[in-house]
């Protein structure tokens, strides 16, 4: 795929990354199917685990994520995932983001979740996910609904994050001026 065909992806603070994404109907099939190929582009050339389509403007429930175990690709793209179960049992992981980029944090969630979703064909399917799948579903199903994952940090924890990030955006931006 041509570097045309990359999708720029959103950073902290833009609006959209805290929107609500719709969910896909019938009528977004062709979106969806033009939209999947260049989102794993996108998050493969950034490089990334996961994107959801908000992080890349698009307000719909579409996520794509690939661990690449062993460097082999194994994509996953989810349309309209929702968590259907969690485990009692917590996890802490470091998360980052493709919309937070060089920011890093502990963050504790469910150790193992089910997830139901449609695949690009419309068939309904369900996952169950522990380890880093885990959190990363969790993680990109909470872009949907506008979450990023320094919601879950303390407010000093997150402001810190964030401060940090607009400063080397602030930088970045004047080495390019």
């Excluded at 794509?64 to 917590?90: C, F, G, M």
């Excluded at 419309?122 to 993680?139: P, Y």
Aim: with cysteine; glycine share 6%; aromatic share 2%.
């Amino acid at each position: 795929m041509s570097d045309d065909a990359l999708l720029p992806i959103l950073l902290v603070p833009d609006a959209r990354l805290r929107a609500r994404a719709r969910p896909v109907g019938p009528g977004d099939a062709d979106t969806v199917r033009d939209l999947a190929p260049r989102m794993l582009a996108s998050m493969y050339a950034a490089p990334g685990i996961g994107l959801a389509a908000p992080q890349v403007g698009v307000g719909l429930r579409l996520v794509v994520v690939d661990l690449q175990k062993d460097e082999a690709r194994d994509p996953l793209v989810l349309v309209n995932p929702e968590i259907v179960a969690t485990s009692a049992e917590q996890a802490t992981r470091e998360e980052g983001c493709l919309s937070l980029p060089g920011q890093y944090a502990e963050v504790t969630r469910p150790a193992r979740v089910r997830l139901r979703y449609q695949d690009l064909t419309g068939a309904r399917r369900e996952i169950e996910a522990e380890g880093l799948l885990s959190t990363c579903l969790q993680h990109e199903v909470d872009h949907l609904d506008g979450v990023l994952f320094v919601d879950h940090l303390s407010p000093l924890k997150r402001n810190m994050i964030l401060r940090k990030l607009a400063k080397e955006l602030k930088a970045k931006a004047r080495e390019r001026a």
